[in-house]
Each structure stands twice: as C-alpha cells, then as structure tokens.
C-alpha cells in the first residue's frame, strides 16, 4: 500500500492487482466501478502526494483527485460514456475497508464517503472546465472535438502539425491558464513526493509545557506583550519604539542590547527581533502610532506549548529581522533568498535523526541547496568562499534563534561514523555516472573518475570529523513535536510510537510492516498489546488478522512482524506453533524458512508442497492482475508445469486461490486444465467459487 517513488514497476504490479479485486468485488456487491478511473486514482496517489499511502483518503485527497487530478489527466472524448468517478472512489474506500487496506491513521469510512458526496456535485463542472485539463488532455480533446481519431498516431500528428503552424482552432485562453497553471507550479505533478521519515517518541502535550515555559524566547515575548498592554506604547512614525521606551524594555526583558550612546532603537538587535518576532507571532500589533498587545492572544499567553508554538510559526516569517541589510553597505547572502525553505529542510533533516548531527555535515546539505538554487558559474574560487561563508554566518543565526527558543540543541562530541564521507574508491563507473553532480562534488568524485582536489576537500571533511569533538545539532522534544506538525499540516508521514495504539489489528500490522524499523516496530507492537490487556487475547487477535487477511503476499510480511517485533523470540515461538495450524501452516514455515530457522530437511512432504503452493499463489499476486501473473508464470518455463501440478494437488488452504493459479496456468502454459494437477477435480465437487474475473 505504499510504494518508493522511483519503484514504479512494483507500484503498477500492485495497482493491477488491486484493481483486478476492486472490480470483482465490485462486481459482487453490485457497485459502481470502472477500472481505468480506479488506476488513475491510485495514481494520484502515489504520483502526486507527499506520502503515497494508497490506504489513507483525507478530505483533502478526496477534493484534489476528484476536482483537480482527474480533470487534468483523464480524457472523455466526446460521444464516450462518462465513467462514473465519484461511484469508483467510494467503491474503492469500501473496497480498502473491507479487505483491511486501509490505513488506520486515516477518516472513518462514513467520514470519507461524506467526503466524496461533498465533492460529487462539483466533479461534472471540473471535468469540463477547459482551465483545469493538463496539456496533453487539452490537445487531445481539442483534436477529437474537431473529428479527429486521436487513437489514430498519424493523424494525431497530422493535427499536432496544423495546430503548430496555426491552421488548427484552439481555446487560447484556455490554453494560456494551463501554462500558467503549469509554470506557477499550481498542476499537480509527479514530483511531490516527499522522504519518509522514521517514527519518533514524544510525551504527551502536558509534558512539554515546563521545558516550553523554561524557554527564554518564550519568557521576553510573553513580558513584551505585557509590557504593551492594553493601552500601548507609543512609537515614531517608521513603527520603532522611541528610544527611551526601548532602554526600559531591553533592561526589563534581558536582551543584552548595549545601550549606551545608542540614539535609535533601530540599533538594538536583539530588541527589534523579539518585537518584530511578537508582531509576527500576532501577539502586539501597531495601530495609530502606538504598540498594543492584541487581546485575542490571551489565551496563546496563558499556555506555555501554545506560546511556543506560536513562536516557533513565526521563525519562518523572521528573514528581514533575522538577516536583512542593516544599511545599503551591506547586500544578503544566499541564505536570504531561500531562508523559509533552507530552515524547513535543515529541520527535516534533522528530525527523527538517531544521532545528532555535526555541523559540518548540515553545512554541507545546504551548500547542497544553494548550488541548486543559484547560478554560481560566475565569479573566482575566492569568491564563492565568501559567498558561502558569509550564507554559513547566517545560517548560524538562524541556529542561534532555533537555540535560544529551544527547538534545538547544541552539544560537542564525536560525530557518529554513519556521517562519514563513503569511501567511493571501489564504486563502479554506472554508480559514479548516474551521480548527481552535486553530490559527487560533495562525496569527491566528478563525473565516472575520481577528482583529486573534490577528492581532497572530502577528506579534509572526514579529517574535520573524525580529529576531536564537533559540534553536534538535534532537535529537542519541543522542536520535534513543532516540526512534526508542519510535516502532517502539508501531507508528510510523520508516525509518532504510540498513536497505533487504538488501531484495528489489520491497520497496525500493515502500518509496521510498511513503515517501521525494527526497534520501532517493536516498541509500537508492545503498546498495541498493553492497551489490550490480556496478552494471550491480544496475540489471538493478531494471528486472526494474518488468517483472514485476503492477500497471501501482506499476509506474509504481517505474520514477518509479528516474528520479529514480539519480544525474547516470542515471535519465533508464535511461528512455530501456526506450523501445525492448518490455515496458517504455509505462512508460518515461509516465514520461518525465509529467515533460516527452518531449512529444507527439517520439513516433510507435504510441508514441501505447501510452501512451494505459497510461493506460487505469492508469485501471481506480485506479479499484478492476471495479465501479469500469467507473463509471470510463462517466464518461469515449461519446468513449471510440474511444479504447478504439485501445489495444485497440495493441501493449501487457500483453495480459491488454486483454482486461480490452475486457470491462469492454463493459459499461460497453453496446456488442457486437466493436465495441470487434480485440484480443479476436487473444486468441482465442491461446488465453484463464484469469483469473477474482468475479462
């Protein structure tokens, strides 16, 4: 249910096989469903959203495919039957409900259908609204709203050449919106997915207020709001606190400001940031002449967490106090340009880090951004050392003011040996090639051949690192429930250990399996089953699950959890006894044979044939809808036909899958079902399974 983007084979193996079971099940429960409308909304989902979770539908989701991604990507050529979008989408969250796929941080069902009827009525206006279809949608409506067969190639083209050369009608209005649509960033893309990132512990809220309420950021904007009050204080004309006012305050706050022969508060830096940061924060607020605290900020006030989110908001908002020109002698550094989103990214880099990071490194990542950002083809060497130190001066302020708030934290020791630089000496000239040119500066190598002045910078950062102490940088327990915020309010996975707790069995399997490292998963897992109680009902409750489960390839990876995250080999113990439960016995000796607890000669015959079933029955479902299982089964050659027979005439529990892999067989192996084992015999006295295939 979730899928690296890069991996695009194995997401469309498991989009055909996903969609091969909607539309059965569909077809079952007499629902609307339309399998190209059902890929394309998985697509959305992987292609165009931060986390790719196919199992979790939020409003938000809901009202972007339906109004937004569908538009700009599926074509209704005109005279064509309109499929029915809305009907497909709620088929499809019933769908992941009921086979246990959905992803159990999400909305209830009942509230993502509610979800889907809000949108309904507006999805028929969106679909024909010319501004929102992508470019190649727009061309080709275009094309067959003129007569033209646009699944004819030639004469697409033959239209693609007159529009070229302006002997074709078009909507350019229509036209102009999606460029600009396109070119502001606005079109929904493939490239909006994010990096994981790993789960993290946190106490809860009530926890966090005393070191919140420690901070002394927090202390000066609390005492600069009162010391506005509710009648304010008077400032000039530019919005500056008059001279005297601002000897008083920096004094009664603390800020360090020297402020001796100092004629304009302007020269205070300390005190214009905290009071340009308590405008931002919308704790004071200038109206005619005079600074006034702002009333509805009272409560923000009475809460110290509240305060210090409210504060740690702001920072972003902080460019031109923190780091704009004091005078027109001066110009801004890189930093500048891209402050909001160098600050983001340095504080995703550093949450959920297990280890501090050393400066250097961060230093490093950002170098990264900045030659990305910028054209530095100009300019000498000297000069591109004092542009880069002069943006690493004001990435420390930026740090300071992280610091001084208490998001994060500062310390000097030995750096990890996971952020030494990779020895690069040894890697193959394919590695070397596909490099970005960026990190192959960073790392030392240029191009597919070593370069020996990158070569020596990387050792001077890995002699840098490794000499004596360094100074490390993470993220406190206030900065990352602060940052983790930020990543769920734009649509990241930020798992949090603990919020599974409450989950459905199925939900907190699946999530482990995809998402977790082991000690996390661990950890999760021994809460699920406090929360429960009875530890014996608990860990029935989970060996149900994988029984049940319809999908043998994630009922493997859920029972693979339980095997490895149950404490003192717990797991290997659970294992083992499902060995001798009929239902879960192929499952069981998979797994324990996957991870070398049980080799070939410590099983019978028949425990053979089960697993060879399973791999089989494993293999038609990795392969993606019945297309691709029969290409798979092909591929294995005609040696698979007695392997098939022998699983066919296995003890498998899974006896609608046999006769799944028995007619895929025998198509894929042109071969009479007859010929292919006797299961199909023994189905037929048994009555049929009723399953349906599309065709």
């Known amino acids: 249910m979730r899928f690296e983007a890069e991996a695009e084979e194995e997401f469309e193996a498991a989009r055909g096989l996903l969609v091969d079971r909607l539309v059965r099940w569909g077809g079952e429960q007499g629902l609307p469903v339309d399998g190209f409308t059902a890929e394309t909304v998985l697509d959305y989902r992987h292609r165009a959203t931060a986390d790719g979770r196919l199992g979790l539908w939020e409003p938000r989701h809901v009202e972007e495919v339906l109004l937004s991604w569908l538009s700009q990507n599926a074509t209704e050529l005109p005279r064509e039957e309109r499929s029915d979008a809305p009907g497909t989408l709620r088929t499809l969250l019933r769908y992941l409900h009921a086979a246990q796929l959905a992803d159990p941080r999400g909305p209830s069902l009942h509230d993502s259908l509610a979800a889907v009827d809000r949108v309904a009525e507006q999805y028929p206006a969106a679909m024909t609204d010319r501004t929102r279809w992508g470019l190649a949608k727009f061309w080709a ?44 960033g606005r079109a929904l893309s493939g490239s909006a997915r994010a ?62 400001d020297k402020t001796d022969g100092v004629r304009s508060s302007a020269d205070l830096p300390r005190l214009g940031l905290l009071v340009e940061w308590a405008k931002k924060a919308r704790l004071v607020r200038v109206v005619k002449g005079r600074l006034y605290a702002v009333a509805k900020a009272r409560p923000v006030l009475a809460d110290p967490l509240q305060l210090w989110l409210r504060a740690f908001e702001s920072c972003f908002e902080l460019r031109q106090a923190l780091l704009g020109a004091r005078s027109g002698w001066h110009v801004e550094s890189m930093l500048f340009d891209v402050y909001e989103d160098v600050l983001q990214d340095v504080l995703n880099t550093l949450y959920s880090l297990p280890y501090p ?7 490093d990542t950002v170098h990264l951004a900045y030659r990305t950002s910028f054209q530095l083809d100009g300019g000498s060497d000297l000069q591109h050392r004092m542009w880069f130190e002069h943006a690493d001066r004001d990435l420390r302020k930026a740090l300071d003011l992280l610091d001084d ?56 950062r890995r002699e840098e690192l490794t000499a004596g102490p360094v100074e490390l940088i993470r993220l406190t327990e206030l900065g990352t429930r602060a940052v983790r915020q930020r990543l769920l309010a734009v649509g990241r996975d930020a798992p949090l250990i603990g919020e599974l707790a409450g989950a459905p069995a199925a939900g907190l399997l699946g999530v482990l399996a995809e998402e977790y490292p082991q000690d996390a998963a661990q950890a999760e897992l021994a809460g699920w089953i406090t929360a429960r109680g009875e530890r014996a009902d608990a860990l029935r409750e989970l060996t149900d699950v994988v029984r049940t489960t319809p999908f043998r390839t994630r009922a493997q990876v859920m029972l693979g ?36 607890l049980l080799s070939p000669e410590d099983m019978i015959d028949s425990e053979h044939l089960l697993v060879l079933a399973e791999n089989l029955l494993q293999l038609v479902e990795l392969a993606g809808g019945s297309g691709g299982a029969e290409e798979a089964l092909r591929a294995q050659g005609p040696e698979a036909r007695d392997a098939i027979a ?9 006896r609608a899958g046999l006769e799944e892999l028995r007619q895929l067989a025998a198509q ?4 009479p079902s007859a010929r292919l084992g006797g299961a199909h015999k023994r189905e037929r006295t048994a009555g049929k399974s009723g399953r349906k295939r599309r065709g």
Do not use: K
């Open 646 to 654: 022998a699983a066919l005439d296995s003890a498998h529990p899974d």
């Open 668 to 671: 894929a192996l042109r071969a």
């Open 357 to 363: 990071m050393p400066w250097s490194r961060l230093r």
């Open 141 to 184: 409506m275009t094309a067959a709203e003129q007569g033209v067969d646009v699944r004819d190639g030639a004469a697409l083209q033959r239209f693609a050449d007159r529009a070229r050369c302006g002997e074709a009608a078009y909507d350019g209005q229509a036209l102009d919106a999606i460029m600009e649509r396109r070119l502001t």
């Open 405 to 460: 708030l208490g998001a994060i934290e500062r310390d000097r020791g030995m750096a990890d040996p996971v952020f030494l630089d990779v020895d690069l000496s040894d890697a193959g000239p394919e590695l070397l090639a596909d490099m970005p040119p960026e990190l192959a500066e960073l790392l030392g190598v240029a191009g597919a051949t070593p370069d020996p002045v990158a070569r020596e910078r990387a050792d001077r």
């Open 195 to 256: 990096e994981p990132q790993l789960p993290v512990a946190l106490p809860q809220d009530d926890a966090l207020r005393r070191p919140a309420g420690a901070s002394t950021t927090v202390a000066q904007l609390r005492g600069l709001t009162e010391w506005a009050g509710r009648d304010g204080r008077p400032v000039t004309a530019t919005g500056r606190l008059r001279m005297a006012d601002a000897r008083e305050l920096a004094g009664l706050l603390g800020t360090g």
């Open 561 to 596: 959890v339980l095997l490895a995250a149950l404490p003192d080999d717990e797991g290997v113990r659970l294992v083992r006894t499902l060995r001798r439960d009929s239902q879960l016995a192929p499952l069981a000796l998979s797994a324990l044979a996957q991870r070398g």
